[in-house]
């Protein structure tokens, strides 16, 4: 697949287990600073719950830089770790989720609890409500002041995200562009714009 999948907004979904409730958040997240504050809240949200373990993968699936996770005191290896491997291996990125504890007086142990929490972010992933997520590039393109209606029109109908715009003897527009569809979109802009136009193509996020 050429896109990957994200959460439309934030959901929540309830699990027993043993008489422990297990309370799993997901949010989109992009990049890790909006995926430790989405944590922060969490625990605010829930100060009395016996844990609050998460794990994020806050980029692209296949970006390991962006992924992280915790037991927030659990065993070692029995919370974030095979919640983030749920995550690994599905088709999400873009995503944080915090699985909240109440402690219902029954030990799980070590097993239980990789189970449990697995059991938790599976389940959810399964009912989340998501969209597909196309990996950009980032563009810069410069045109002539006579030209910026004509193209301000053309990318507002179309699939780039216009992400900045600066001024001076001529404009230059900071776009974000699907890599699938950016062959031909590039096609028209220089078509549109007879030539007219500088592109300076960044190197792939």
């Given at each position: 697949?050429?896109?990957?999948?994200?959460p439309?907004?934030?959901?929540?979904?309830?699990?027993?287990?043993?008489?422990?409730?297990?309370?799993?958040?997901?949010?989109?997240?992009?990049?890790?600073?909006?995926?430790?504050?989405?944590?922060?809240?969490?625990?605010?949200?829930?100060?009395?719950?016996?844990?609050?373990?998460?794990?994020?993968?806050?980029?692209?699936?296949?970006n390991?830089?962006?992924?992280?996770?915790?037991?927030?005191?659990?065993?070692?290896?029995?919370?974030?770790?095979?919640?983030?491997?749920?995550?690994q291996?599905?088709?999400?990125?873009?995503?944080?989720?915090?699985?909240?504890?109440?402690?219902?007086?029954?030990?799980?142990?070590?097993?239980?609890?990789?189970?449990?929490?697995?059991?938790?972010?599976?389940?959810?992933?399964?009912?989340?409500?998501?969209?597909?997520?196309?990996?950009?590039?980032?563009?810069?393109?410069?045109?002539?002041?006579?030209?910026?209606?004509k193209?301000?029109?053309?990318?507002?109908?179309?699939?780039?995200?216009?992400?900045?715009?600066?001024?001076?003897?001529?404009?230059?527009?900071?776009?974000?562009?699907?890599?699938?569809?950016?062959?031909?979109?590039?096609?028209?802009?220089?078509?549109?714009?007879?030539?007219?136009?500088?592109?300076?193509?960044?190197?792939?996020?």
């Open positions: 697949m050429d896109y990957y999948q994200s439309t907004h934030e959901q929540r979904f309830d699990l027993e287990i043993k008489n422990s409730q297990f309370i799993t958040t997901i949010r989109r997240t992009k990049g890790r600073d909006q995926a430790k504050a989405f944590i922060d809240e969490m625990n605010h949200r829930y100060p009395d719950a016996n844990h609050n373990c998460w794990a994020f993968v806050a980029g692209a699936p296949n390991v830089h962006l992924w992280d996770q915790s037991d927030d005191g659990e065993p070692k290896g029995t919370a974030g770790k095979p919640m983030l491997n749920v995550l291996h599905s088709n999400f990125g873009e995503i944080t989720v915090v699985v909240t504890r109440y402690f219902g007086g029954i030990k799980l142990g070590a097993g239980g609890l990789v189970r449990a929490y697995s059991q938790a972010v599976v389940e959810a992933l399964d009912q989340l409500e998501w969209e597909e997520i196309y990996p950009r590039q980032s563009v810069s393109i410069k045109i002539a002041y006579p030209m910026l209606g193209v301000e029109y053309w990318l507002e109908n179309s699939d780039i995200e216009v992400e900045d715009k600066q001024f001076s003897d001529e404009i230059e527009c900071r776009i974000a562009v699907i890599e699938r569809t950016w062959a031909a979109n590039k096609q028209a802009l220089i078509d549109m714009c007879q030539g007219n136009i500088t592109i300076i193509e960044d190197d792939k996020e």
